[in-house]
Structures are given as structure tokens and as C-alpha cells.
């Protein structure tokens, strides 16, 4: 019989010496960033600072652990471990990343296969791959409470693909999608998935294309053949160069290129191979190209041969 022990609230969270907590730390550079620790002087009637010991941080001498005084608000009780060990995760899923001595709160911008993940840091404009079991779903302690709560199962169910797919998507992942319609061979259109249907199947809804009526945007059902995840933002592009390998915004879908020409520092003209064609386009409007290959993205080979 398997019993779930429910997370402690306030009333049961008592900072007393040695307790277990979780810090919050809001210096330059760490703003946000959890560290595990415990309570050396707990607090009295008369201060709200609290001497604690860090787990993994260390002291200037590089020996003894770091003790410091922190405020009442930046103590938690230690996250429980999910009632599932084997959680899946989802692009767009906001969770703490383990790194560099503690939890970084980033986002699932990519699901690899054998439980990988690539994890984007919005404060440092930085990504990295992480392992599942450096994971955790981010949540919030609030009025003596996890939110989201730890009652909430977290055993994937119909709508979650498990992470040894190569595609994993679920209601509301934002991702692109191609289309083989005559005219559109190879464009890539920004649409959210709707519902899950099964079987490789999905029902999404387009963010820019709309009914001829103009009332509504388009819904269809795909296969997994012609779905995939949004692509990460590269490092900062400032110019491209002649031959660089690009995607092109235009007509509301991403369409692959080359660069052909640089006009100027805001202008560039790009070649379609597939139609024989070449536009002009600002920076905005394109972006380096990347292949999803096996669950992975791989970014284009700058200075390719306009004659391959």
C-alpha cells in the first residue's frame, strides 16, 4: 500500500536549529537562485535574520561552509521529491535546473531523447542541456503552501508523449508546422497545439493564418511528420553573411534561404532555391536556420555554396 505523505505547511515548518531549508538569494548575478542550507540561530521575537549554513557553497577560504545571515522571506522548507521519480517533462515547462551548487529557474525549450532536456535562462540570455533527474517543476511557496500543489499527480497521461519519443508536445505547446500543399513546400508555420488526438496525431491552431472570412484562425489536424518544436534562439545575429544558411519570414511562415547578397548593414537579399527566386529582408526578419534531427536542432553550416 503506497501512502502519500503530504508537504509541510507553515504550521508544521518550524525554524529550529539544524533544520533543512532552502534559501533564495537576490544578489547581482544569483537573483532568484536556490540553495540548500540549514538553520544555525533561529530567528527570536526581536530580529527577522536567520545565521544559516549552506550545504554547497563555501566560505572565502574555500574549507568551511559558507554561514550568512539571511532574511525570514528568502527561507523555505526543502522541496519535497515528486510522487513520481520518473517525471516528464514538456516544452515551456518552467522548472529549477540544478547548476553550479543550485536551482536556476528556466524553461524546457527542447526535449531530447533518453531524458534530456535543453533548459533556457532568461536573465543571462544563456541555454544548456540538463539530465531529467536535475529537474524539478518550479514552484512557489506561499502562504504555507507549494504552488503548484504536490497532490497534483504528475504521471504523464493521455496528451504527454513519454521522453524516449523523439517529439514531445502536449496542450498548449507553442511549435511549427509544415505544410505540403502546393506553393508551400518547406515553409514553417508558428501554431499551438490544441489537443492531443493520439496516434502521432495532433489538432493545432495557427497563430497568424486565418479563415477566408478573416474571423478566426485556422485549425487542422497533423502528423507528427509535419510538427516540431519552435526553434531556440541562437546567439544575438547582428549581420549575416554571404551564403549564410537563413530562414525568412514571409507571407507568415518561416521559408529557408541563402543569403545571396548583403545590401548593407539592414538589408539583405536571399535566394529561394526552391522557387528560384530572391527577396529583400531586414535583420528582423530572418533568423539562422536549424534542422530538427532526431530530437535535436542543428544549426545550418555558415557559407554554403549557392550551386549545392
Given at each position: ?6 508537504p ?5 515548518f518550524?525554524l529550529?536549529?539544524?533544520t533543512?531549508v532552502?534559501?533564495?538569494?537576490d544578489?547581482?548575478?544569483f ?5 540548500s542550507a540549514?538553520i ?11 545565521l544559516v ?5 563555501l566560505?572565502?577560504d574555500?574549507i568551511k561552509?559558507?554561514?550568512?545571515k539571511?532574511?525570514l522571506?528568502?527561507?523555505t522548507?526543502?522541496?519535497p521529491k515528486?510522487?513520481n521519480?520518473?517525471?516528464v ?11 553550479n ?9 527542447q526535449?531530447?531523447?533518453d ?7 532568461k ?7 540538463f539530465n ?13 503552501n507549494?504552488?503548484?500543489?504536490f497532490d ?13 519519443e523523439e ?6 505547446s507553442r511549435?511549427e ?8 513546400e518547406?515553409?514553417?508555420?508558428v501554431?499551438?497545439?490544441?489537443e ?9 491552431e ?10 478566426q484562425?485556422?485549425?487542422e489536424?497533423?502528423?507528427a511528420?509535419?510538427i516540431r518544436?519552435?526553434?531556440p ?5 547582428d549581420t549575416?553573411?554571404q551564403?549564410?544558411?537563413v530562414d ?6 518561416w521559408?529557408v ?15 529561394f ?6 527577396m529583400?529582408?531586414?535583420p528582423?526578419e ?10 535535436k ?6 557559407g554554403?555554396n549557392?550551386?549545392?
Open positions: 500500500m503506497h501512502v502519500k505523505i503530504p509541510k505547511k507553515m504550521a508544521d518550524q529550529k536549529k539544524n533543512k532552502e534559501i533564495k538569494v544578489e547581482e548575478g537573483h532568484g537562485v536556490i540553495f540549514k544555525i540561530t533561529p530567528p527570536t521575537k526581536t530580529t527577522k535574520k536567520v549554513e549552506y550545504e554547497t557553497l566560505a572565502e574555500g561552509p559558507l554561514r550568512e539571511v532574511d522571506s528568502q527561507i522548507p526543502t522541496q515528486e510522487s521519480n520518473n517525471v517533462f514538456l516544452l515551456d515547462d518552467i522548472v529549477d535546473a540544478y547548476y551548487d543550485g536551482w536556476w529557474e528556466g524553461v524546457i525549450t526535449v531530447l531523447g531524458c534530456k532536456y535543453i533548459v533556457y535562462f536573465p543571462t540570455n544563456e541555454q544548456f542541456e531529467g533527474s536535475d529537474l524539478r517543476l518550479h514552484r512557489e511557496w506561499d502562504a504555507g507549494w504552488i503548484p500543489s497534483e499527480e504528475t504521471q504523464p497521461t493521455e496528451g504527454m508523449m513519454y521522453c524516449k517529439n514531445v508536445f502536449s496542450k498548449g511549435v508546422v509544415s505544410s505540403d500543399e502546393e506553393g508551400f518547406g515553409a514553417w508555420f501554431a499551438s497545439v490544441i492531443v488526438l493520439g496516434k502521432g496525431k495532433f489538432l493545432v495557427y497563430k497568424d493564418l486565418t479563415t477566408e472570412d478573416n474571423t484562425y485556422v485549425r489536424e497533423v502528423d511528420l509535419h518544436p519552435c526553434p534562439n541562437t546567439e544575438t545575429v549575416f553573411k551564403y549564410d544558411e525568412a519570414l514571409y507571407n507568415d511562415g521559408w534561404g541563402i543569403i545571396s547578397e548583403v545590401l548593407g548593414p539592414s538589408k539583405y537579399k536571399v535566394y532555391k526552391n522557387t528560384n527566386e530572391e529583400e529582408f531586414m528582423e530572418l533568423r539562422k536556420h536549424q534542422d530538427w534531427t532526431n530530437g536542432w542543428v544549426v545550418a553550416s555558415e554554403l549557392l550551386t549545392q
